[in-house]
């Protein structure tokens, strides 16, 4: 008897008509002989109409009274699911936060889980029936109610599933999968079957946003198999894995897995900086200190005059915060000239087979050369190239990449 | 410094404008030197969405699950005003029904509180914190969410009071008050000052939709001073307190304090019903096993053939499962018809000085006598007289009533 995680989106329980086919879903898992945990998010919009309250009640809320309020959608879902699964003669409760417990640290509204108790869980699962734990939130100190951050019942969801040892974690989404890149883009992107953590954690990151980051990195440091799956058609999804149940890459046709792109990144160059040590840490020490997560950092050869450019990209959203932040840091760091672009995007292409394959970045240069298509800056991983590129370019980078890196399907797939 | 309690029902917690105005009313007693507990209900509107998911998922849904549901409410609104009120500079906690915790029996959906641990809520009053604490749940065991029953916020907020040993318990809602009747039905209607607990409970329990009944038994059983006033104006509400606390009503002009209607009863009667012992037993032990509420009894002297007509009340939703009832038992009883009216109305005048007074219930005769209102049945308790008269006189008499016994106010006070 193998014991599963389900995991069901906001869009899934958007309803009693929704849920009740979660349910029946629930039920065909239970009548194949699995125990079955089923992790719930919000109903669509609940979420964001509780933290719509509390930032009407006050800008500087109270993390740990926000908890208490954006908690309580979870516990909704958990409780209507619980009812109609009974309903459909699958016996359930649900199990909130507090009564597993679902252990957390005391950083409100992005706390990190520290510990589940499986007992209680265990032997409920052993007497039969559905445990139905809410997401995203949590316990501190078996006192408080915590939450983990949006997105976060993916975590919870992947937690579950590490703390009791689940044979695989399903997350039911509205997307049915993880594609070679966007299929919006190009029609022809295919269904990837299976794809490692870490090719995971590339292209989520960069613009892939099937699941939270954060529950990749946990699914992949407690080897939790984590499926995405849709829940509204019964298409198997993908297998999100080790690099263990990947087969050997050498052999494999396709080097790349899969090609991603991020249009919310903005870039900020620095002329003339003083070419001595300690430039350059002049220039991160006080973005750091503002929280600015800076992404790409390109720093040219020193002119003759004895000065640098460095360019580097910063979140879109963080734009303002940086210029302001490097103007009043303008004589500390001895730069001539500040320049921003927001008219650039991101081009990755992600894969664990470009570790032992030599030419992998050069391909994706000259086929980004042969169309015209000028390269800011690169950045690379061990499995992943980046490189920066004006924004008209994006759809056409990404094309023309999907095709030269062989990952066409035979036909459209969406 | 005094401890009181505050509670805030549905409408004053409907938005967070609303809330802003409950919290500058909170800190107004914090501000007078007070140690302050508010109990708060959910949004207007938000516990009949809750409930309606419910039923919607399930006919006979499981009530654990259905308290899951549903305490989400309060929960919240004590999250959003803890926000609300730290905003305004006034510091403050929620503090959920397991966290304090207010221990409930195990009947879900309409549990019974058996005790509220002060120990941590004194703490934090002593700290200078306000408790903010979501009406209607508690915990069953330490592991299960419950809740009290519909209107149960009230029942918490003396409760809270009680086990705290509150200086007085506020109940704040869209009425000012307690009146000598309906205004409505008599714009001459007065707010009352002062009302004893029994009074106000048949007042309620007759028509004054003011405060739930059991909150006011609650009350008496543990002597908390509890003062009914508005949400929406600063006018003083009406005080409702022991015997002790209402001057020697025999000096009072005012024998009786309140006039009260109900519409919402149905008459039944059995005609020929065998005079025997045990014949009426036969009529209502079935009623009672069905948990049908019988109000009035009126059984009329034995006609010269050895039976008696049998009539009483009950609550108009009931009827159709009552007669239902009393059709299956016709052979057990012996009755020879079964007829029955909803066109009936129930006044009942109420007042603690009728104990000392005859003559208090022959005025009420003579006055519906001379307006032509006919008397169905008559019920009397030591402090209530009530009789049936059909329903299109209802206005009449309580408005002739209440001149007969000198309430009508100066001028209209709504």
Known sequence: MARIVMKFGGTSMAGIERIRSV?????????????????VSAMA????????????????YDPREYDV????????????????????????????????????????????????????????????????????QGVADGARVTTLGRGGSDTSAVAVAAAIKAERCDIYTDVDGVYTTDP???????????????????????????????????????????????SFDDKPGTMIVGDDEIEDTTMESHLITGIAYAKNEAKITLTQVPDRPGAVASIFAPLADAAINVDMIIQNIAHST???????????????????????????????????????????IVGVGM???AGVASTMFKVLGERGIN??????????????????????????????YGLDAEEETV
């Open 184 to 230: 919006r883009i190009v029609p022809r992107a295919r269904k990837l079957q299976k794809v490692t953590y870490e090719e995971m954690l590339e292209l989520a990151s960069v613009g892939a946003k099937v699941l939270q980051t954060r529950s990749v990195s946990l699914a992949m440091k407690e080897k939790v198999r984590v499926q995405v799956l849709s």
């Open 69 to 136: 309020v954006v908690s309580a959608g979870e516990q909704i879902t958990s409780g209507l699911l619980a009812i109609t699964l009974q309903a459909i003669g699958v016996p359930a409760r649900s199990w909130l936060g507090w009564q597993l417990p679902i252990q957390t640290s005391d950083k409100h509204g992005k706390a990190q889980i520290d510990a589940i108790d499986t007992d209680a869980l265990a032997a409920s699962l052993d007497g039969g029936s559905v445990a139905v734990i809410p997401g995203f």
């Open 355 to 357: 570790r032992t394959n």
């Open 375 to 404: 390269i800011q800056a690169i950045a690379t991983s061990e499995i992943k190239v980046s490189v920066l590129i004006e924004e008209d370019y994006t759809e056409l980078a990404v094309r023309v990449l999907h095709t030269a």
């Open 306 to 348: 004895g000065s640098t450019d460095v360019t580097f990209t910063v979140p879109s959203a963080d734009l303002a915060r940086s210029l302001d932040v490097l103007e009043k840091a303008q004589e500390a760091i001895g730069y001539k000239d500040l320049v921003h672009d927001t008219k650039v995007a991101k081009i990755s």
């Open 23 to 39: 349910a029946e879903r629930v039920k065909r898992e239970v009548d194949a002989g699995n125990q079955v945990m089923v992790v």
């Open 45 to 60: 919009g609940e979420t964001d109409r509780l933290v719509g309250f509390c930032r009407e009640a006050s800008t500087l």
